[in-house]
């Protein structure tokens, strides 16, 4: 009988391929049933594609959509081309520290960011288009109202009050989704209906306040199991000095703030159940495991999360799956068991 687990996906723009290729590989192995998912950004990208797949059944069919969906999504997200060149050229040519910060300066990625300062998306007026859209709706089994498949949470941030809001099942659209994903500098807010209220408010992508939100998959029906496909890597040897090294590391560490802070809510409730303090409690004892690959993602500068190129997703993708599989050979029988992940390591 298949373990059931809960994935946490996190955002990342193009470096979601990361999650992709990780959930690509657990969906071949019938062991493993994807019970539920909270995404945020790219990660609800991935989590809405796994949802509609296995909405259709959790059989061999199912996850064969969910496959297709991802593939699909990132098939599309990476028809945006980034400039390779710079990189090419290290490799190539080994050059001096000063050629290196010469090109990080002037190269099409950093000419982008700093466009990304002067220019909103609200200066395009009627020339503007959010592309998610197209991607979400065009996939080869599109449907999230299915009542099947895994429970589904994605996260967006409230403009007007900073706090996280979490979509559940039945909410979830294409629209909820672009609000995951939506990075202020690059699309409008999405502005949606909040059925409690009936007030319309503004959405920035989730990462700002829940990357991943963790406390959804801890509802009673839910399994114990919490897998967290990690993206940004947590830690990173030496001390940034040049303006691009300096400003990926602050993206890293603001992208990692919330998903450490509910780890240590997990590492204090863990705490109190080694001393047995939590009897009678409705409290769980949730099982942490976590996926990630520091090096390959950590040799990246944030502006390559905006600007995809198909090498690069590719590369991404074979990355995650190299990760996932050693994952299911060193912890995969610890799934319904045991931790994997020493989250105390975190905060000793």
């Known amino acids: 009988m298949a373990v059931k687990i809960n994935l946490a996906l996190q955002g990342g723009g193009a470096h979601g391929a990361f999650s992709w ?10 062991d493993i049933e994807i019970a539920g998912i909270s995404g945020t950004s790219a990660g609800a990208l991935n989590g809405a594609a796994i949802k509609a797949g296995l909405s259709i059944s959790q059989g061999p069919t199912g996850r064969r959509a969910a496959r297709e969906n991802m593939a699909f999504v990132w098939s599309q997200v990476s028809q945006v081309s ?5 990189r090419w050229l290290y490799s190539m040519f080994p050059a001096p520290r000063q050629f290196q910060r010469w090109t990080e300066t002037f190269s099409p990625m950093a000419w982008l960011e700093n466009v990304y300062r002067f220019v909103s998306p609200y200066d395009f007026g009627p020339f503007y288009s959010n592309p ?3 991607i979400i709706r065009d996939m080869p089994h599109p449907r999230l ?3 099947g498949g895994p429970r589904l ?3 967006a941030t409230n403009v007007r009050t900073g706090r996280i809001r979490v979509f559940d099942n039945h909410e979830i659209t294409a629209d909820t989704i672009m609000a995951s994903a939506c990075l202020p500098t690059v699309f409008k807010a999405v502005d949606l209906v909040d059925p409690r209220t009936g007030q319309t408010e503004a959405y920035w992508d989730g990462g700002y306040s829940g990357n991943p939100a963790l406390f959804p998959l801890y509802a009673p029906a839910l399994p114990r199991d919490l897998v967290i496909v990690n993206i940004n890597p947590m830690e990173k040897a030496g001390t940034p000095k040049t303006p691009v090294e300096i400003a990926d590391r602050i993206n890293e560490i603001s992208f990692n703030a919330s998903l450490l802070s509910e780890l240590r809510a997990i590492y204090f409730v863990k705490r109190l159940f080694r001393e047995d303090r939590l009897q009678g409690r409705p409290m769980k004892d949730v099982l942490l495991h976590m996926i990630s690959d520091d090096v390959y993602p950590g040799t990246l500068g944030h502006m390559s999360k905006l600007m995809p190129n198909p090498g690069l997703v590719d590369d991404l993708f ?3 799956r190299a990760a996932a599989d050693a994952f299911i050979e060193n912890h995969k029988s610890k799934l319904g068991q045991a ?3 020493d989250v105390s390591a975190l905060f000793s």
């Open 21 to 30: 290729g990780v959930t690509d590989r657990l969906l071949e192995d019938d």
């Open 82 to 86: 980034d400039s390779g060149c710079v």
């Open 132 to 134: 998610l859209a197209n």
């Open 145 to 147: 109202d299915r009542d």
């Open 153 to 155: 949470f994605i996260s």
């Open 318 to 320: 074979r990355a995650c």
């Open 339 to 341: 931790d994997s992940f």
